[in-house]
């Protein structure tokens, strides 16, 4: 699970936009304009309409801080707990994304236990048990029981979860929904105890209450495993847990996945997605942000909170590819003394600073911080879940949109018994090895499926949509900062760079599937002009036969004869 | 072949009605179609030649003249549109082995049949190919151009369906007026049909008119577009006001009645003319078609056109002398006059042609022949037809 740092305390909307190292403010903005609309309606100004008009101070006695869990308990949607379906899958999918991005990080095979338990009609418990590094107890109630508390709003590194928001959400929804609290087992190593945590939170401070702790035996030596009771309903078909745990085995070929849905037998009927490579993902690197993806707030912000002396220094220090030289660059062409103190820095100059930014030539940021999955490992991963008779892969190199590097991965499964020819392609979306199942039509990656050429490729393609084929289409989008649409992470939003790339890739694996489609219609032509010999010469031997009125002996003569005849021809 | 002697001694009474038919005909059309025995020969040859092909290790061939307007031309003297040289060879191969048993298959149905003396109707022939498995037809089309495919193989050798045994679904067209038609049935038995005493119905044209004879001493022959404007001249009798014979088409006549009209104007020597609506449609596609044929059966274009046949009306011209009401030319209109301009060699060939089917589309109106209806319903009896019959020379060619 994530290990935290510090303790973030969302405040009134206003400054909330500006935060140290956030390079996106497109993240941020919906909940800053969320939470000034709920404030809006909290002051019952139009109930009172007939009434003396309220004066600003006995308006501002209604103006009180909003905590975020309070914000996010009334707009659940937000964060993915629309309805009961999606509640499930969500709580799944928070939990899972935690246990791989611990275990990653601590450089562990990842193994982890998803089990679902219907309680009743309308409720379920979800439990998910990894073999990670564990949380240390004093931070265990702060990472399941306040919002926006982690270890990766804060950096840039390519990793699962992003802003520190849903495993806590997650607690929170089903604390709101059955009135349990969420509970947490971790052990961090064989010589330290396991600790038990009955974390409820409280929503008006969004500070957790913990209800209970203790000390229990416990068999696995590391590891964190935490229960959830929510309000949910399980369902199959493309949205469902099922598919997602299928989904995010195929992106995780090194992690190994024991499920046990709702409506299994016993225990024993589980499926296990075993890892199919012993190599971990390598270690990706954390980076800091590159100049040319900053905004002018998060600047000014920078500017003030650095430990930099200069602004020269500021820039050589705070970024990536930024040497002094560069960095001294910047402060000429923006007209700023290079040895100004970045506290000085003022509205104005920092403007000045943040235009000069694109006019200064920077390199490109470094690409290690993101792993890809990898060619070889996709194929076999897709080839384990759909024994298809093609399979193919394609891993770009990386490149970069507003400043964050990012890479494209795209993988093909055509034919073979499962897939439908009639149907639409299915196309699995992943960002950070993180399967997207909802808001397909919003997403970049659908967007760069319709617009590929598929017709191209011996396939069929009505206009402006998913290809039709028996065929399953991956996209895998790896990014230090992968830019979402919306907090509840569904669909990636749609830049130029993003989906030029995604088209590459897809356009690659489309070349290699094309040839093989050929080849196969080839083969079925071959085969079919075949049988049109054995079929209908005997046709033309039995109307010989009735025009010259042969004999038996001499139509079967004229079979023979001219199956050879033709089989020749064919050959030369 | 005993089976086949005793089917050719069977059809001699039918080979002698067609003698005295053929003896009328006028000089330079010495053979219009083959007798039963040379249709057989024709079909048994061609399937020896593909036999012994097969045995000498060779692949079969077909060679198929190319039935379209591209390889049509036309000489006003000769007076149709004339088949060129140019063939397709059809050679058996693993894409052509279907056709080729197919077409084999049809052979021997039509050998069977003239064997017999029966025949098959289009549709008919269609179902029996049901019995041949994977050889079926699985749409009538397909098996009538089959049936194209063997006539225009044969072409050359005056077979045409008809002496296929292959009769088309659809009878001819309506005839009424002063004329006999001499028919016998398949018992033998001969008819004398009157066909100015129909009462308000008419004599309806058959699909094999190659025996028929005819008595006649109409002065010319009207050929209409419509069932309407047909119902309206004959039912005032209007064939006894003029003396004519009046022959409803029905839209692009038939091979039977293009066939009819051709022998009763040929051996009777009367003039034919023809009232269509004034439109793309029934100039270059019913006129030109009763006139000089079709591209796509240009190989029995010889026999089954009238090149007498001259264009009464209604004209361009018609549309604004009788102040004619209109419709607006369709695209599709246009592009079949200016494909009828560029690519017909008929029309190409006559400038008087060329010149009321540009007038046409520069008014970019078109007009039906009850059109003249707007005059009063018995106009086209009482003022229309007689005043155009006054000067036939003055008529289209």
Known sequence: MSKGKQGLLFDEGGSSAVKPKAPARKKKAPQTKKSASTRTKAAPRSKKAPGPAPSAESMSKKQREISVSEFFAKNRHLLGFDNPAKALLTTIKELVDNSLDAADEARIPAEVDITIDQISEDRFRVTCTDNGPGIVPKNVPLVFGKLLYGSKFHRLKMSRGQQGIGVSAAGMYGLLTTGHAIRVISRTAKNKPANRFEIAIDTQKNHPAVKKQDEIEWDRPHGTSVEIELEASYRKGHHSVDNYIRQISLANPHATLRYRAPDRANDMDLTVYAGVTNELPPETAEIQPHPYGVELGVLMQMLRETKARTVQNFFHTEFSRVSNKVAGDIAKLARVPANRKPAKVDRKEAEALHKAIPQTKIMAPPTDCIAPIGEELLEKALTSIHPAEFITATTRRPVVYRGNPFLVETAIAYGGAELSADDAAIVYRYANRVPLQYQHGACAISKAVAATDWKKYGLQQPKGSVPVGPMVLMVHIASVWVPFTSESKEAIAHYPEIIKEIKLGLQDCGRKLGAHVRRKRRDADEEKKRSYITKYIPHVATALQEILELSDKDRERTVVTLTDVLERSRKM | ?397
């Open chain 2, 1 to 397: 072949m005993a089976k086949a002697k005793k089917a050719a001694k069977k059809t001699s009474a039918k080979k002698s009605v067609r003698k005295i038919a053929r003896k009328r005909a006028p000089q330079g059309e010495k053979r219009i179609h083959a007798t039963d025995e040379e249709t057989m020969d024709q079909i048994d040859s061609t399937a020896k030649r593909i036999y012994d092909t097969i045995h000498k290790s060779g692949r079969p061939d077909l060679k198929l003249p190319i039935r379209s307007l591209s390889n049509v031309s036309y000489d006003p003297k000769r007076g149709y549109l004339e088949i060129g040289n140019q063939n397709k060879v059809r050679t058996l191969s693993v894409n052509t082995v279907k056709n080729f048993a197919q077409t084999l298959r049809m052979m021997s149905l039509s050998k069977e049949l003239i064997s017999n003396n029966d025949f098959a109707t289009k549709r008919e022939a269609y179902y029996i190919s049901k019995n041949w498995e994977e050889a079926k037809f699985d749409e009538q089309p397909e098996s009538d151009t089959v049936m194209d495919d063997i006539e225009a193989l044969f072409s050359v050798e005056a077979v045409n369906r008809e002496q296929l045994r292959f009769y088309p679904e659809e009878h001819g067209g309506s005839v009424s007026g002063p004329l006999v038609v001499i028919d016998q049935d398949n018992t033998g038995r001969v008819a004398r049909i009157d066909c100015s005493s129909f009462g308000s119905g008419a004599y309806s044209v058959p699909t094999s008119v190659e025996a028929l004879q005819f008595e006649t001493n109409a002065d010319f022959i009207l050929l209409i577009e419509t069932g309407g404007m047909f119902q309206r001249l004959q039912s005032h009798r209007f064939w006894e006001r003029m003396n004519c014979i009046l022959v409803e088409m029905g839209g692009v006549p038939t091979r039977a009645v293009r066939r009819f009209v051709r022998r009763l104007a040929d051996e009777e020597r009367i003039p034919v003319y023809a009232f269509v609506d004034c439109d793309p449609y029934g100039i270059a596609n019913i006129y030109r078609t009763i006139k000089v044929g079709s591209g796509s059966s240009a190989h029995i274009n010889k026999f089954f056109c009238v090149p007498s046949a001259r264009f009464l009306g209604v004209t361009p011209q018609d549309i604004i002398d009788y102040e004619l009401p209109t419709h607006k030319l369709t695209d599709v209109d246009i592009k079949r006059a200016k494909d009828a301009l560029k690519n017909d060699p008929f029309f190409k060939s006559h400038p008087a042609w060329k010149k009321a089917i540009e007038q046409l589309v520069k008014m970019g109106v078109r007009a039906e022949q009850q059109a003249l209806a707007k005059w009063g319903l018995n106009y086209v009896i009482d003022e229309y037809l007689p005043q155009k019959l006054e000067h036939p020379d003055k008529f289209l060619p």
